[in-house]
């Protein structure tokens, strides 16, 4: 409350009450900014509300149905009520409020009178005339300006226009499960660009250049094909980490996230879908597990599930997992994990060697230890496993990016994309192929090589026709109704066609983590396609 220079008393006080209203929506109204504020649901339930106001505390209430604890999401600021310096505010003061809009940042001019309220045309917004106790018109002295009123009238009417045309179609929100495909939920086309990291050293250059940046334009239907894939595996994975639990039959958990991520990316043959088997490796088991047809596998408390799944857009893959422990003593062994990867996507960048970022690597995820029933055990990097570079419909695009140091002297390159994915175990830190075979892929550079056996041309035919050089599993063969084909598929891994790729497993009785990202060496910078909120 500021109190303006010395006037003369008058019986009925006059006060300014200005508000904001926000841009997209004139009819919500904000109530004074202080701890306790309330939010009107249209300016006429405000107008037709009373005021009580409380000297001690400042507290402004409206009507006696609003709550003022539960405040949300608007942006208005209250700018003041202004008093003549006789006037006092007494506890259980009650007044009315009448009101005009003016333009849009509308001011509400009020008339206060203590005890004979203002009588409120809410039809036109413009102020009443005061009664007095035999219901005849106040005095003159106490009416408000004519030609403002008149000129409030005005401006409401024009408030009134401008709300209609303003009223806009809300955007979707996306349900619980999630259901909605993400390209409704982003009518534009335009999808949310993940984490921007700047290059380092020689290559500041690259964020000023306009060459750079032209180059980037050019690219920019691949970039948004990838970051839709993003938004489809962000939105997946929040889902997943929601509903999963101990007790959680294995096929369940990974038929319903399957099925998730067809809904929301619009499943459309080898134009949108899922690229690759859903890993949901247990223990020590570290890649390459995920339950065929008949298993019986529940996840335990104790467990350490590895969820690495990938969606992919006109063939761009996003490949990216992140591990589940819901015992907390394995929380180092997870938090070692999650910073190396991170570690990882720092060091990486255009002309980097693939060997400085599995050093950078190692030596983050080598400072943890973790204590597992009393025992403590260093966490290793997984020697034998890397993470890769991505193609187009081609999840090992050639080069590797080691998590140890002393790999190979390649250089990243200028828009590759890379899957930095890194392993720390409590065992050896090396695996081996074990147990059940559940992940094939066909070979991307096979040609065409004759076969004998008719089931295993049709087997083929079929794999060309949904997967191509996508990897696959049985449970996808069973969905699309094959029946009886491992002969087939064992005679096409025979000749060389498709290839075998059985689980990866460290020493039994070990504990594997693994947190992985996809990143996009773009001209200008490096953007971690799939950072979310979670990791």
């Known amino acids: ?57 400042f507290q ?25 310096p006789s006037h006092k505010i007494c506890n259980g003061t009650h007044f009315e409020i009448s009101y005009t809009m003016i333009k849009e940042n509308t001011t509400l001019e009020t008339s206060i ?113 990838v970051r839709q894939a993003a938004e ?43 690229a690759f088997p859903t890993g949901c490796s247990l223990n020590w088991v570290a890649a390459h597990w995920t339950p065929n047809a008949g298993d019986k596998t529940v996840l335990q408390y104790d467990d350490v599930m590895k969820l690495d799944f990938g969606t992919h857009i006109d063939g761009y893959i996003v490949d990216c997992a992140f591990t589940v422990a819901f015992n907390p003593m394995f929380n180092p062994l997870l938090e070692a994990t999650r910073e190396a990867t991170n570690t990882g996507v720092k060091e990486a960048g255009i002309d980097v060697r693939l060997c400085d970022v599995g050093a950078a690597i190692q030596e983050v995820m080598e400072s943890y230890e973790v204590e597992i029933n009393g025992k403590v055990y260093q966490v290793k990097s997984i020697r034998n496993l890397n993470g890769h570079s991505i193609g187009r419909y081609q999840i090992h695009a050639g080069k590797s990016v080691p998590i140890v140091k002393g790999g190979e002297q390649t250089k990243m390159e200028e828009g590759e994309f890379y899957a930095i994915e890194t392993f720390g175990s409590t065992g050896k830190g090396y695996v081996r192929e074990d147990l059940e075979c559940s992940h094939y892929m066909k070979n991307f550079d096979a040609g065409h090589i004759p076969l004998r056996l008719p089931r295993a041309k049709q087997l083929l035919a079929t794999i060309n026709k949904n997967f191509s050089t996508l990897a696959f599993c049985r449970r996808y063969l069973d969905r699309l109704g094959e029946t009886k084909y491992l002969m087939a598929l064992k005679n096409l891994c025979d000749t060389g066609i498709v290839q075998p790729y059985p689980p990866l497993c460290d020493v039994k009785g070990s504990y594997v983590s693994q947190f992985e990202h996809t990143i996009l060496l773009r001209p200008t910078c490096k953007e971690v396609v799939s950072r979310g909120d979670d990791y």
Request: proline residues 8%; charged residues 30%; aromatic residues 6%.
């Open 1 to 57: 409350i500021q109190r303006p220079k010395e006037t003369a008393p008058r019986r009925r006080q006059q006060a300014i009450l200005v508000l904001s209203f926000h841009p997209q929506n004139p009819n919500l109204v904000s109530l004074p900014r202080n701890p306790n504020r309330a939010n009107a649901e249209s300016a006429e339930q405000f107008a037709s509300s009373s005021i009580e106001l409380v000297s001690d505390q």
């Open 60 to 84: 402004t209430l409206i009507g006696n149905s609003i709550d003022f604890d539960r405040v949300s999401g608007f942006d208005f600021r209250f700018l003041g009520i202004y008093f003549p």
């Open 113 to 225: 009178e203590e005890k004979t309220p203002l009588d409120l045309s809410e039809s036109n917004g413009v102020i009443s005339e005061p009664r007095d106790a035999n219901g005849g018109a106040a005095d003159d002295d106490d009416e408000a300006p004519e030609a403002l009123v008149n000129q409030k009238e005005e401006g409401s009417k024009k408030k009134k226009k401008k709300n209609k045309s303003k009223k806009k179609k809300e955007l979707p929100h996306q349900t619980e499960p999630p259901s909605i495909p993400v390209v409704d939920l982003f009518p534009s086309g335009e999808f949310p660009e993940g984490e921007i990291q700047q290059y380092r050293d020689d290559n500041l250059w690259r964020v000023t250049s306009e060459e750079k940046r032209d180059f980037e334009r050019l690219q920019k239907p691949i970039y948004n094909s």
């Open 232 to 274: 489809v595996h962000r939105q997946v994975r929040k889902y997943i980490r929601s509903i999963v639990k101990p007790g959680l039959s294995m096929i369940d958990l990974c038929e319903t996230l399957e099925n998730t991520v067809r809904k929301l990316i619009s499943e459309n043959g080898l134009q949108a879908g899922i």
